[in-house]
């Protein structure tokens, strides 16, 4: 796509209101495999048309990134995650996020169990420690 801002207009309208406006809530979203897609082909479209080339260049994500000085959505997804845990272990235990959050297991259905937003910060923690 041919636009007539600069690259430096495109990639501040970026960082001050796309990415707020996609990431909204997103701390307490369940992602599964094909969200993680979705949010990453919607991040490599807008990055690519800022840098001028196509999926036909063949020049991988992390090289568009690294050139234009970006980080992965999802990686900002997995640090608000880990803001927003910070931010509910420091609330007084009575508070309603927190006793969500901290809620006692039980029995579950039969079937494949849902998951849970504290499940998927576990594995996160696992992955990135």
């Known amino acids: 796509l041919k636009t007539k801002a600069r690259k430096e207009t495109q990639m501040k309208f970026y960082k001050v209101m796309a990415i707020p406006a996609f990431l909204y809530g997103s701390e307490t ?3 599964t495999v094909a969200d993680k897609k979705k949010i990453q082909a919607a991040e490599m479209r807008f990055l690519r048309s800022v840098k001028g ?6 020049i991988p994500n992390e ?14 997804i997995i640090n ?20 969500v959050l901290n809620k006692p297991k039980r029995r579950r259905l039969p079937g494949r169990p849902r998951k849970q937003w504290s499940d ?5 923690k696992k992955h990135f420690a």
């Open 29 to 31: 979203w369940i992602l």
């Open 53 to 58: 080339c196509t999926l036909l260049d063949k």
């Open 63 to 76: 090289k568009i990134r690294e050139e234009l000085g970006i980080i992965s959505l999802e990686e900002k």
């Open 120 to 124: 998927i910060l576990r594995r996160w």
């Open 80 to 99: 608000y995650r880990n803001e927003w845990r910070q931010h509910i272990d420091r609330m007084p235990p009575g508070r309603i996020p927190r006793r």
